[in-house]
């Protein structure tokens, strides 16, 4: 609808002869260029900076809350430290943050429920709004959370679920070295809590995995390396995401 009003405009131009020359850019409707910067902004801030010099419009269309929700953090630090961080970042990044931007929610929640002195709920609490929001990373870490340290079953099997639905839509490998990166760059204080390691919830007497793909406490023979090309198939959702624990435990040297 907005490409066809974008036409009909252009050609209303068209037929006014006499009119000064203009850009084409000025008969887009506001809410095409907010969605367009938005693209933009969503790849690249380098892209995005461009974008807003071309001309006043795309500058305009720029300080909607839409693109401010959708801006690539890339080239932020994944915990910009406060005396390095220039007056107009911390503009931009509180821009984000009020403007519901997941990727900023998912970088303060890791940084809240791991590197505070205690276990962080508003950490888990923002890491669980951008995981249901669609986060790919922060649903990883989400659904690790719940079952590594939910006590009731359902929370757990609500675990179980959300990984296998990361697993079918992204490629987990790739997932799984973001969310190490992330963790070896921050100073950890809270290490994930395993409450139900020895607990498996496969209760199927004809699965093959059952019993070999457990989450292991101690695996300081181990490189965690050797597992980060590696995503076993596994065909009991329990037994697969047992196993994607004891990766993700292996992140905190558990």
């Known amino acids: 609808m907005a490409l066809l009003r ?34 933009v902004a969503s790849g690249s801030m380098v892209d995005l900076y461009k974008i807003k010099l071309s001309c006043k419009e795309f500058l305009s ?13 890339d080239k932020f630090a994944l915990i910009p430290l406060p005396w390095f ?16 931007n997941l990727e900023i929610l998912y970088r303060e929640g890791m ?18 709004k951008a995981a249901l929001e669609g986060h790919h990373d922060a649903k990883y870490v ?60 496969c209760c199927s007497s004809t699965c093959q995995s059952r019993g070999t793909m457990k989450v292991v406490k101690n695996h300081s023979t181990w490189s965690v390396d050797e597992f980060d090309n590696e995503d076993v198939g596994v065909s009991c959702k329990y037994c697969d995401g047992n196993y994607e624990l004891s990766l993700f435990c292996k992140m905190f040297h558990v």
């Open 6 to 39: 974008a036409k009909k405009e252009i050609n209303k131009f068209k037929r006014h002869k006499n009119d000064a020359p203009i850009s084409i850019v000025k008969a887009f409707p506001n809410d095409l260029l907010v969605d367009i910067v938005g693209k």
């Open 85 to 100: 961080t220039e007056e107009k970042e911390t503009s931009f990044l509180r821009r984000c943050r009020e403007s519901g």
């Open 61 to 73: 269309a720029s300080e909607d809350r839409f693109v401010y929700q959708h801006a690539s953090l």
């Open 142 to 201: 989400y659904s690790m959370l719940l079952m590594a340290n939910c006590e009731d079953e359902e929370g757990r099997k609500l675990g179980y679920d959300l990984f296998g639905e990361l697993k079918n839509s992204t490629c987990i490998s790739i997932t799984r070295k973001r969310v190490k990166s992330f963790i070896q760059s921050m100073w950890v204080k809270n290490h994930v809590v395993v409450q139900n390691q020895a607990v498996s919830l």
């Open 111 to 128: 940084e809240q429920y791991f590197s505070t002195s205690m276990l962080n709920n508003l950490g888990f609490e923002n890491l669980k």
